[in-house]
């Protein structure tokens, strides 16, 4: 802060994805829902909520990108169902250039 450097923190991804146990799902859960709070705000942290890429917060639920959480759309690999592809990289940067107000140069 003191230089003032930003800092931005991606929310925790996998939320309603089936893999996960229900110990597990309500960590991430509780993890999202504390940064989504404003806890870090007092410390100009900024929160992208890119977990919203990833899906609906529900398990099978379609999120606004159209991944199911099962059957992933362009923006996760479906070989592993964990990492992002270009395109979902690509969005996941747009998110935070968006909440961080950057510029964003045209292609």
Request: hydrophobic share 40%; aromatic share 10%; glycine share 12%.
């Amino acid at each position: 802060m003191q230089n003032g450097i930003g800092c931005i923190v991606l929310n925790c991804v996998g939320q309603g994805y089936g893999q996960f146990t229900d110990g597990q799902i309500k960590m991430i859960t509780d993890l999202n829902k504390w940064l989504a709070s404003g806890v870090l705000d007092n410390f100009h942290v900024i929160v992208a909520d890119i977990n919203s890429l990833w899906n609906s917060g529900s398990y099978e639920g379609v999120s606004a990108y159209g991944n199911d959480n099962v059957h992933f759309s362009s923006l996760v690999n479906s070989g592993d169902g964990i990492h992002f592809t270009r395109a979902g990289y690509d969005s996941v940067a747009n998110i935070i250039f968006r909440v961080a107000r950057l510029p964003q140069k045209n292609k």
